[in-house]
């Protein structure tokens, strides 16, 4: 934790599970996709570094005492657009 901006700095994967990205507004519009789905496999690449981070906190309920959370987080973005 950065004492001074008070934010963790996170460098989050490329790779998510889609599950994480459509929880988080990425969802396909009729034919279209608004991310790159990785053959073979059950993974996408992250349209945003919120998706990654979503995703390390999936399931946990934070305290009234741990909020607020701040992070600065710093990834691709590999967007259809």
Do not use: M, N
């Amino acid at each position: 934790l950065c004492s001074v901006h008070a934010f963790t700095p996170l460098l989050p994967p490329d790779l998510v599970k889609p599950r994480f990205a459509a929880s988080c507004g990425f969802q396909p519009r009729g034919p279209h996709s608004q991310t790159y789905h990785v053959a073979d496999h059950d993974l996408c690449l992250a349209a945003t570094s919120e998706i990654s981070v979503a995703a390390l906190h999936e399931g946990r309920l934070f305290k009234a005492a741990e909020l607020p959370q701040r992070f600065a987080a710093f990834s691709h973005c590999f967007r259809v657009e």
